[in-house]
């Protein structure tokens, strides 16, 4: 059974730099297509960025587009989200999850089967 692990939360100031980690245990996650999202209180869960399975392509949240960027580690055991120029508005608890599906709707929270327990990113201004 696939388990997905998320560090504690963050603080950080806005303007600053955060990179989030999300651990698989049971598997790798170049086998699944794996995604972020986050959830800020009062407002539904939004996709935050994607990554297909083969590594290619990755996609952004319109709200992160060019701030924000998936990545995985060389062990594939292990995946990233460098987030860089945090807003206050970036204040949410983010998920990681994986999905098997194919086709894959990255933006859907249904396509996803695991979901990791989130953690808290606080961003002050």
């Known amino acids: 059974q696939v388990q997905l692990i998320e560090p504690g939360g963050e603080l950080v100031q806005a303007g600053g730099s955060l990179r989030l980690s999300c651990a698989i245990s049971?598997?790798?996650?170049?086998?699944?297509?794996m995604g972020w999202f986050r959830q800020a209180p009062g407002k539904e869960r939004e996709f935050v960025a994607g990554?297909?399975?083969?590594?290619?392509?990755?996609y952004e949240g319109d709200s992160v587009k060019g701030r924000f960027t998936i990545s995985i580690g060389s062990a594939k055991n292990t995946v990233y989200l460098q987030m860089n120029s945090l807003r206050s508005e970036d204040t949410a608890v983010y998920y990681c999850?994986?999905?098997?599906?194919?086709?894959?709707?990255?933006?859907?929270?249904?396509?996803?089967?695991?979901w990791g327990q989130g953690t808290q990113v606080t961003v002050s201004s």
């Open positions: 999850a994986v999905s098997s599906r194919n086709p894959w709707y990255p933006l859907q929270t249904w396509q996803y089967h695991s």
């Open positions: 990554r297909q399975r083969t590594g290619q392509p990755t």
């Open positions: 049971g598997s790798t996650f170049d086998t699944f297509h």
